[in-house]
């Protein structure tokens, strides 16, 4: 992994969030996370385990492709197979929700996520 590569990563996260649901959602992600991934929605949580379970969570977590948000990303560090970046991001128009995130995630030799674990950070109005 290079800081290219995770930027490309970073690009296509936000893309697979704006796609719409069903193969076009299943494809995008496919695209990015590896088969047996894990994703971590918070440092104490359970991760999700596969593909399938990392499909279903994003499902049910976003309103679809016409939920407005920005997503702003800056990479951090980029060690080995390793990536950390720190995201703002906004949702709504007028903004009602501010995220800012830590991201860590491990990748395979295909560029792939195979480990996904994010930091969550929110003021407390939001």
């Given amino acids: 992994m290079d800081r290219p590569a995770l930027q490309t990563w970073l690009a296509g996260y936000e893309r697979a969030w704006r796609a719409p649901g069903g193969p ?7 695209a990015l996370f590896a088969p047996e991934a894990t994703y971590q929605m918070a440092p104490f949580e359970e ?8 499909v279903a969570m994003w499902q049910a977590e976003r309103e679809g492709p016409d939920e407005v948000f920005t997503m702003q990303a800056e990479i951090l560090a980029v060690e ?9 991001v906004r949702y709504g128009d007028p903004v ?21 674990e994010e930091w969550p950070f929110w003021p407390p109005d939001s």
């Fill in 24 to 30: 076009a959602l299943e494809e995008a992600l496919e």
């Fill in 80 to 88: 080995g197979d390793i990536g950390v970046a720190r995201l703002g």
């Fill in 96 to 116: 009602d929700q501010i995220f800012r995130d830590l991201w860590i995630v491990r990748f395979d030799d295909a560029g792939r996520c195979t480990a996904f």
């Fill in 47 to 54: 991760p999700y385990r596969g593909l399938p379970a990392i």
